[in-house]
């Protein structure tokens, strides 16, 4: 475990030392930033409104609903954006750089290298997301009153989301060596898979149920409104291990191709 | 299989046996990039691996880092099978890919660290390490640098101390001279020879007096197979089917005389006149198998008032070694398709 935890570290460190990495946090604070103040602003709008024609208060106008849940949505699809930067270089780059050749010959097992890339990868997304919480701190000390049921189950759909792509990325990297087009494909195949849902809604009958149940974001939705489901949770599981899966399949080709 | 058998391992008294290749073979897909070969290393000695590009040496050599499995054959380290213990046993062996680029963003400490680490070290024990091995490999002065900013001398240095790291028992460098200047490969090549003096190194190289510098013992790699093997020495002997001769003549010794003079003795085969310089003349003669003109020639030179000055028996080069196995090889190569 503890040559896993060596190349998770490696991995973050490497990623905080790239240019692309800091291009990754910048992007996601000024796209969260936005969200956050414009759906706190809208929600200031509608109850200044609402209080004005003497409601005291509208149904479904809850703070954690309005502010929250949309936000996270948002940052669903940023991730879209974000996730393949963050999974480019992973394996691509290490195989350009023929570092990965000593990585092989360290007394260090596949799972290690796969499983320790996409541990450091977890890491820097939870390094990315986790300062999110300080929206929470700027509303409570404005007087805000919160559910924190859907605050924790939007940070655990989120966080399994993330995951979920980060485990996508890297495997579409471990197939090349070359960073961009592992961006390019992983972005294209995520773009796909936001798209499912209309996708569904087009086809209709039984086909679209089916068509439905694969995409991520019909999962992640639940998790933003506060609903726990186990299937949905089931889901991203799942998805973890198949991509994993598949990477450490991948790692294995060179064991027949040069 | 290999053509020629390896020499001198008839003895018991040898050094233990550190690893050994058994009949290796590795395909990529229809492509046989090593065709059974075998050899075994013994502590203490550097052996060179020899071959044109292409030849298997690299793939060869991953096998034995464990970078992948053979298709077919064994390796084994001491009495284990690499391929069943891949994470103990690959401790015992330390690796210089070839052109590696390593990771130019980080520091050249951090790397080392991280060596260590994925090695196994911890706490202190992983500090001196670094230390040591940043030391010996001469980093101490660059170790807050970037790799990326370091020169390709120093990168290979730094490929080197991460070989290093943890005291494997066998070092393998792949082409360790590879693209540095004639300063940096003097350099790296003083670094070799000091690690060899506790060490068991194998490397791999296309540049042939390195092989004879640096190696007690060659392996010559061609198309997948091992196609010799041995000291310098003894491949050289295997090959001569013809001596060859230098002899230096003092004045009044003159290039036309000389070669008129040794037309008429028997035996030999081809005369060429190298140099002629301030009176001297230096000629290279080849002497037919198992025959001794050295009295004859001697005899006819004091009769002629000519002057000895020298006379020595030429060797081969490893350079000459080389090119005639592979040319031969190549050759029967080709014959054996035509036919």
Redesign the interface.
Known sequence: MRNTFAVAAKEMRSFFYSGAGVLVFFFFYVMAGIFFSLSVLSYARLSMESLKEGYQAVEGLGLTRFVFSGLFLNLGAVLLFLAPVMTMRSLAEERKLQTLELLYTYPLSDFDIVFGKFLGLVWIFELLFLPTAGYLWILHSLGGVFDWGPILTAYLGFWLLGGAFLSLGLFISSLTENQVVSAVVTFAVLLILWMLEWISDAVGGSAAGFIRALSPFAHYRDFTLGILDLSHAAYFVLFHFFFLFLTMRSVETRHWKS | MPESAPHGSADGDLAPVLARLEDVSK???S?R?LKGISFELRKGEILGFLGPNGAGKTTAM?IL?????PSQGRVWIGEQDLFRE???L??R?G?L??????????RVC?FVE??A????L?GIKKRREVEEKLTRCGLWDVKHRLIGRLSKGFRQRIGIA?ALIGDPEILVLDEPSNGLDPKQIMEIRGLIRELAQDRTLILSSHILPEVSALCDRVLIINKGSVIASGTADELESGLRERHELVITLGPPADKAGVFRLLENVPGLERISIETAREGLVTVVVGIEKGRDVRAELSRLFVTQNLPLLEMRSGRLSLEEIFMKLVLEENEDASQREDA
């Open positions: 395909n990529f897909g492509r990039v991953r880092t464990g970078y992948f499995p891949p994470q103990k690959k401790r062996i690796y890919p070839e052109s590696v680029t390593l990771y130019g963003e980080m951090e991280f060596a680490q994925v090695k196994g911890a991460q």
